[in-house]
């Protein structure tokens, strides 16, 4: 685990999560409650299955928790926050390249047998 | 659904620790905000859906954090996990069947668990005491089933305690209620007076400050106070500095030398006078000026030497009563015998025969589950034949398969097992909310080690079992047959019939659950319409105690409750007011030695009754039935020698003649001239004040027109509750420093004896339920199964012209028959259970016709719909569809 193939398209957890740190840093409900607001509803992260992601993100070198003044102001030490890193941004970025790619794919495909 | 939170807690002690202590807070509050604004189906739906969530999780960290510890080699352990990795895998790829089957096992996990929850609870878990299992009370009985109490007199204990040697030490307790003074609040306690070895019988010593020792519990001496800890708590604050002060307890300054720990709590049979006290006070006890010897009000415990049986102190016991009789006539008059029973079974003995019985009925569930398991399992394992077969072909071992099948087993029933734990946590809240008092120690309740060992045995139990049959099924199952061109599509006769016998008993042990739960349904029901023999709507009852400063004598007492009388009477929607010395169904109460004929003159306390003592106007007040003669007027109560009886002291004393009129002798030990007459100038109804199911000790009301502690009823045509501040400050103008307490309705008090009953029928009721269920499910399982096995069958019938209906008539016979059999073994076992709960039932014979119908036309009703889905399917059936599946 943790390992991505850079020709395939990235797991849909570690994406919907990498594009709710892409704009901002955030802790676990927040990125949930974004998730769910990206996906228009469709996509709910469970709590195991969220915590699981984050831990893997992390070991895997895409994102970070915050700690001490890293972290915002005026939040207490309850809530772990998390920040995408460097290279997690890249591979979102060509993630989101791919996708785009393949999705261009589909509209030309689509659109030459469309009725 | 604040218990849903605390269920999903329990769940996550699936996952690894470090990953539920780094995120259990920020999981647990997540979930909480999903929860928000949203319906409670939304949030069960919600709760499943994150509790599956977790288990997947938990199984996928916990492989790959073992993968990471010996990636070197492929152990056993590896292999295994490997497996169990495999087998979620591919559970989850069949969400339908998992789900049923972890939910019908959560259930038969989750009603056994709870209920052996509290068996153990209850039961099984020893007393809170050092060598509790050798500790025994003392129970004396006089005359011939007179007066069977566990109290004794202390010159006795003492008789017992120097000729016992079976038994090593003795200690006793005696119960008082007094006044505890204070600046704001004075309150009534209650105060249990203890041996300076009292403590050490028991094990237990002062958690602040320290116990009395025997120098200071000697006659004459000073008295010095333990107190509790909960009235530490609750009216000192845990103030230490309590200790060395004294407190103003019935007038009298006494010294606070310790408090005790909280878990030490005195249990005591209902017979008990002693309750677990606030507050302890030293003995004192001098023999020169003890009473004699037959009037008893001191609890008595015996501890048993280390290697002694209770058979033996039994028997030791019975020897020296014997020895007494000889020495003192008044044993020998009451034919004085002994018994020393084990503390902890006479504690739960009320509540053994419903907590058996609803233990077996949940073991009835567990086995509907399993059976429907199991029946699911093979199914599922006929329809994968193929699939093994191919894995097998393409190399896989027979034992390697085989241990993919048990893998898969032991991951639905730990699944189940999990939930069903879930369920059982909530359940044991449940129950607690729903019978608390009512049911001896179930305060102390709780799913601990004991417990999760029990629900651990019957999954692990439960897994080998479903693990073993498709394991057995792939041992026998041959690849060339599975994967050859002409496979079988139906099933031989040997696997139907099992699968048949394993509905049969599925369907007829829930019936035996639906008969039996409606028992206690007709029981209740019945129980409820009891007419106690007084009107329980619109009545306020509170207790007062008069301090004994203020009011130092009866005359005092009158003036007093002429006064409050007068008042309370004219507040508004009042329509009687009155007071007794006991109110009913607030456990025993004072019973009076009586004589009426030369046997019962001779040998005293041979016959006795239930002393209350009343206000002029009480019978009037409480709605009783006067059957004969009149009741009191204020005149007899100043007279004092009058006496109204209830209808079966009447018959017993006077048969077939009228009471009103006769004398009765009686004996109060408590006065000087402990014999003396009373003329019967009324007889009334029996009022149920014991027990609601049964008449219980005859009665006898004297006439007083006050009392230093009195339970004040007042009857009123409106809300009992409005009257409760008006009253109270009219006790607060005419009794300063008196204290108010039990504040409650009649009503109140008729519902909380219904208690253990309500807590017997929800059970039962939700087992009978939850049985039917299971037994539908598994009876629409195996009937489609059938139709499914047979699709090709139909499907040639259909094409050779047999009409639809002919072909739906088909399967409901076949569903029918099972049903028909199974119903005959579920109401023979129905009757089985019934003779087994009789002593539980009330107003309803284990025979009755009505709750067997009822229960057999349900479980018919329910087969039937079950019946139905497939028998339709089976006329759908497409006869070239059919034949093309092949």
Known sequence: MGKQDSRSVMRSNWFHVLVALAGRDAHGSAIARDVLDQT????????????????????????????????????????????????GRAELAASAERMAALAGTARRRLGSNGK | MTTLPGAFEFLLLALPARFRARHREEMLDLLSGYAETRSSWWRCAMWMRASVDVLWVAAVLRITESRRHRREGRSMTDLLLQDLLFAGRALRQRP?????????????????????????????????????????ILWHEFGDGAQNMPLVSPLDVREYSDRASVIEAFTMARDYEWILAAPDTPELVDVALVEAGFFEFFGAAASHGRIFTPEEDVPGAAPLVLLSHRLWTRRYGADEGVLGNTIDLNGQRMEVIGVLPDAFRLQLPVESFLRDPDLWVSMRWDPATSRPRNVTLYSAFARLRPEATFGQAQQEIEGIAEQLRREFPVHAATKLRARVVPLLEDVVKSAQGALVLLFAAAGFVLLIACANVANLVIMRGRARAHEFSLRAALGASRGALIRLALAESAVLCVAGAVVGGGI????????KALAPGSVPRLESVSLDGTVLLFTAAITVTAAALFGLIPALLIARNDPAESLGGESRTTDGRGAQRSRNALIICEIAASLTLLIGAGLMVRSFAALTAVQPGYATEGALTLRVSLPAESFPDAATWAAMADELFEKVAALPAVQGVTFVSQLPLTGGGAMQPIAYDEQTATNWESASADRRLVRPGFFDVMGARLVAGRSFTRADAEAGNVIVIDEFLAELAFPGTDAVGRTLQTRDNATPEPERYAQVIGVVSHMRVHDLSRPLKNQIYWPRAGLRRFNLVVRTSADPAALVAPVRAELARLAPGAPVEDIQTLRELFDRALGASRLSL????????????????????VLSYAVAQRTREIGIRIALGQAPAAVRRQVLLEGGRLVGIASLIGVAGGLALSRLAAGLLYGVGPLDALTHVLATGMLVAAAAAACWVPARQATRIDPLEALRAE
């Not at chain 2, 709870?114 to 609870?121: K, L, P, W, Y």
């Not at chain 2, 059982?424 to 129950?431: D, F």
Request: proline fraction near 3%; avoid cysteine.
């Open chain 1, 40 to 87: 228009g509803g469709a996509l709910r992260l469970w709590p195991a299955t969220l915590y699981r992601t984050l831990d893997d993100l992390v070991a895997a070198g895409l994102i970070i928790e915050l700690v001490g003044d890293a972290r915002p102001e005026g939040e207490s030490g309850r809530r772990r926050y998390y920040q995408a890193t460097a290279q």
């Open chain 2, 762 to 781: 929800a059970l039962m009721s939700v087992f009978g339920l939850v049985a039917l269920l299971l037994a539908s499910i598994g009876i629409y399982g």
């Open chain 2, 96 to 136: 339908g069947f998992t789900f049923i089957v972890v939910l019908t096992l959560a259930l038969g996990i989750g009603a056994s668990t709870a209920i052996f929850s509290v068996v153990n609870g209850v039961l099984l878990r020893p007393l809170p005491y050092r060598d509790a299992d050798r500790i025994g």
């Open chain 2, 424 to 431: 059982a946590r909530v359940s044991i809240g449940l129950m």
